[in-house]
């Protein structure tokens, strides 16, 4: 079994490149279904998710293949096996972009039940509601979600919660369907505008993608195209709290800023000295970082994914901060591991009060999920001693070579164990 070792307090200091957003990439995999034709897509990051959704469409029967490193190439002919079996859906939420794009296309479908970190509540009955509003069947039926229709028709939709999976899974419905579709409390993530971009340029009809209103008119097919991968800003966000977790002077390159708003307010308001570019982030950070209070929300508010980190950085926080999980109902599991590097946490529901104290102590610890092993990492960077971190696999979903970027900025960090990578 593979383990990461982190020696901890060792400031941050140099330059790291954010790799492709692994939320853009999970959908618009998917979304070359909707053509014949080839698309490529640039800035993939080599994560295990993304290796998923590659054993899926190979399943599937869809061409698809590396290109060179960061590019993919699929091509989706007119007869695919519009399944998504259990033993590979249970890896990875995203495998229930499928539905969308193989309804509109194939006008059947056959998904299971998606699995993923489990970190509270995620209902898929809000993608399951919009494709019946669509025009389509759907029925469960020994853990699969069973679909067919005989042609999607366009319809006005409203989403109780501005879902981030069900807006896509709609959007790339709806590109196919006969007539308008008009989503209306959808998501305006920047995944969802680059999944809307890369629709576009295949010659869909879209409009509102980034406001809480996105508009589609159904066209007759839609063509190949080549499109680039946005920048991951949960990554991004991940290095720059990282750096005021053990202080340093980093530069995070290849970032939209606009996209992280919210992470730069409350990175200054915790001490973060800022200077912001064109596609660059650089941050200086010496000290414990200020105690702050935070409210996770739907974009443009500060990322629930980014709410693990936050709270291990805070372990080190000078004063009490509270941090409201506004996102999700169950996404605290990451506190018990964090505690045992001394942090002082309650949590309760929604809420975290960290107390925070002048040293931390290393420890042996395990993720469970993408985001509390970011966490943990992060924390073990802000301790004394050497963090033993298990779970890795949990971590390569979505960071990209996590551990050399780390090391490439000064960190002590290094992979020992079955099949170790320096």
Request: glycine residues 10%; contains cysteine.
């Amino acid at each position: 079994m593979q383990k990461l070792l982190i020696e901890g307090e060792h400031p941050l200091e140099g330059k790291v490149v954010v790799s492709g957003a692994k939320n853009s990439a999970v959908a618009l995999m998917p979304a070359a279904l909707l053509t014949d034709q080839k698309v490529v897509l640039e800035n993939v990051p080599d994560i295990s998710d993304v290796g998923w959704m590659f054993e899926i469409m190979k399943q599937m029967g869809t061409s698809i293949r590396w290109q060179r490193r960061g590019a993919v190439e699929i091509k989706a002919g007119s007869r695919v096996i519009p399944v998504v079996p259990h033993e590979l859906a249970k890896r990875l939420r995203a495998s229930s972009l499928f539905l969308g794009p193989l309804l509109a296309r194939y006008g059947k479908a056959r998904v299971s039940f998606p699995g993923g970190c489990e970190i509270g509540s995620r209902p898929i009955d809000l993608h399951m509601k919009g494709l019946r509003e669509l025009g389509a069947k759907i029925w469960v039926e020994h853990g699969y979600i069973m679909a067919e229709t005989e042609g999607l028709r366009g319809e006005e939709i409203y989403l109780d919660f501005p879902s981030v999976g069900a807006t896509e899974n709609l959007m790339m419905a709806a590109t196919l369907a006969r007539g308008m579709t008009i989503i209306y409390n959808a998501a305006k993530e920047p995944e969802v505008v680059d999944l809307a971009n890369l629709l576009i340029m295949m010659g869909a009809k879209v409009k509102g993608a980034g406001t809480d209103v996105i508009r589609i008119e159904g066209v007759d097919s839609l063509s190949g195209t080549q499109h680039t991968i946005i920048p991951d800003r949960i990554e991004a966000g991940t290095f720059l709290w990282a750096a005021m977790a053990c202080g340093g002077d980093i530069v995070v390159e290849d970032v939209i800023p606009k996209h992280v708003e919210a992470v730069l307010r409350k990175l200054e308001e915790a001490g973060a000295k800022l200077h912001v570019g064109g596609d660059s982030i650089h941050l200086s950070a010496k000290g414990r970082p200020r105690a702050i209070q935070v409210k996770t929300l739907p974009y443009p508010g500060f990322p629930t994914d980014l709410q693990p980190v936050l709270v291990a950085v805070m372990m080190k926080g000078e004063g009490t901060s509270i941090i409201n999980e506004r996102v999700f109902d169950n996404r605290f599991g990451h506190v018990d591991e964090l505690k045992r590097f001394g942090g002082l946490i309650k949590s309760d529901g929604r809420t975290a009060v960290i107390t925070g104290r002048p040293r931390l102590s290393a420890a042996p610890v395990t993720a469970s999920d993408l985001r509390m092993g970011a966490a943990l990492v992060v924390a073990a960077l802000g301790a004394e001693g050497v963090t033993e971190i298990e779970g890795l696999q949990y971590i390569y979903r979505g960071y990209e070579r996590f551990e050399q970027k780390l090391a490439a900025l000064g960190a002590k960090a290094r992979i020992v164990g079955i099949d170790a990578a320096v």
